[in-house]
């Protein structure tokens, strides 16, 4: 944007440490030339947000002036009024943006913000993304210059939440120019979503890919088990494509297969059980299986879901020279409204949560569980269940007051079977 309004564009960006460096352009509108000029000042300080600062400008009390939003780790969403000039913007201490009814803004974990006529009514509404990869939004019943923001609701794609697999970072754009605007995201796994504008959205499935048995692949090479399920709990008919990639340990992607022209009637499963045999040529690290259900052709995702895997750096047994898979293409049966076997559930309420949750868990039958749980690098940071339980429903209550912030994995192991719920913790 033009911060110093001399016809050019200038770069205003928030950093991991909480700071905002300010870019002037020094060289033309055709031939940019960014110079660094420092850490932005608001009230004679320098910017400190606490961490993951994200930065949008707009004139946000509509005196002409454009101000400074900023969000944070926190989940608040930071205000800087100009109380300078065009040409020599100063900005004013910060303030916490406030819903109309009181109290602050607040998403949870890493906040973004972004400014724009949301719904067409002629008013500046806001957008933020969070933590979980969902987008808030807050309608504007104001004006421009006192803007009034309704209570966050989740931004909707059909009847599910929009989302991206964490940490999402909107922006907001008339991408297909049809007069409406659009969303496009970005999240930690460094592709970007585009949501379009509909009037209308098709009954959509849901749909779950479920790690079972361990996430540890042996250097040597080994087989990753895991389950697909989609459901389709509307009262329609659901047509629909199912596709699944898989991000490599360098960040790079591989496409594994797609099942195109699956339909489910309402109430109706899909249930696939598939594997994955990992060679020992591939390198060390964590693999992230994405799966999808949407339309292939247009890569419109209705719903998606992943797990994640680690290969080792050491291990023992047989070498696997290379990779393969079993296809969703060998069907044996028509994949259309399969009966989801009976095995165990996991789930969490609240989440996210701070500082505690309850974790819910139905057993089909008596025997042994452990419910470990691990941070996103791998490692377990707590055990919550090792013991012997009867069949039925079961809860056990976490405590994380003393972990940082984030996405957790809360794993079940039940017999043969494994189950794993992400959750997370917000402070």
């Known amino acids: ?35 660094y000029v420092g850490l932005m000042q608001a009230g004679g300080l320098t910017i400190d947000v606490g961490d993951y600062s994200t930065t949008f400008i707009n004139d946000w009390n509509a005196d002409g002036l454009p ?10 969403i930071n205000f800087f009024r100009n109380t300078g000039t065009l040409t020599n913007p100063v900005l004013g201490a910060g303030m916490l943006l406030n819903l109309a009814a009181g109290g602050n803004i607040d998403v949870g974990y890493r906040s973004a913000p972004v400014v ?21 939004y807050y309608q504007n019943n104001g004006t421009n210059a006192n803007p009034l923001l309704a209570a966050g609701v989740y931004v909707q794609t059909g009847s599910l939440q929009a989302s991206t697999p964490g940490t999402s970072r909107p922006a907001i754009i008339d991408w ?9 995201v970005g999240s930690y796994d460094a592709r970007l979503k585009r949501f379009n504008w509909a009037a209308t959205t098709p009954p959509a499935p849901t749909a779950d890919v479920a790690l079972v048995g361990s996430y540890l692949v042996p250097a040597s090479g080994g087989t990753i088990n895991y389950t697909v399920t989609v459901n ?41 059980a598939l594997s994955l045999y990992i060679p020992a040529s591939w390198s060390a690290g964590y ?14 995702v209705y719903a998606t879901d992943y797990f994640y895997f680690a290969k080792n750096y050491t291990g023992d047994g047989p070498i696997v020279e290379e990779f393969s898979f ?9 994949a259309v409204n399969l009966q989801v076997p009976q095995r ?44 012997g339980y009867p069949a039925g429903r079961h809860q056990v209550t976490w405590e994380a007051s003393h972990l940082p912030a984030g996405v957790y994995v809360v794993a079940l192991d039940a017999g043969h079977y494994h189950t794993a719920q992400k959750v997370t913790l917000i402070k």
Not at 10 to 28: P, S
Not at 176 to 184: I, W
Not at 287 to 300: A, F, I, P
Request: hydrophobic content about 30%.
């Open 1 to 35: 944007m033009d911060w110093d309004n001399d016809t050019d564009k200038d770069l205003i960006v928030g950093e991991n440490n909480g700071n905002i460096r300010y870019y002037q352009n020094i060289g033309t509108a055709s031939n940019p030339s960014l110079h």
């Open 232 to 272: 389709n709990g509307t009262s329609s008919t659901v047509n629909f494509d199912g596709w699944a990639q898989l991000q490599m340990s360098n960040y790079t992607w591989m496409d594994l297969f797609s099942r195109p022209d699956l339909s489910l009637a309402p109430g109706g499963s899909l249930y696939k």
């Open 326 to 334: 079993t296809p969703w293409e060998d069907e044996s049966t028509p």
């Open 344 to 387: 165990p559930v996991i789930s969490a309420s609240p989440n996210p949560f701070n500082p505690t949750t309850t974790i819910s868990f139905d057993l089909v039958e008596e025997g042994a569980v452990r419910i470990s749980v691990y941070n996103m690098a791998g490692q377990q940071v707590a055990q919550l269940v090792n013991a």
């Open 176 to 184: 297909n120019n049809d007069g409406h605007m659009d969303l496009v």
């Open 287 to 300: 693999y992230y299986y994405h799966g999808y259900v949407g339309n292939y052709s247009t890569l419109q």
């Open 116 to 136: 724009a006529d949301f719904n067409g009514d002629g008013l500046k509404d806001l957008i933020s993304g969070e933590m979980n990869g969902k987008l808030y």
């Open 67 to 76: 101000d400074l939003l900023a969000g944070e780790s926190d989940g608040v």
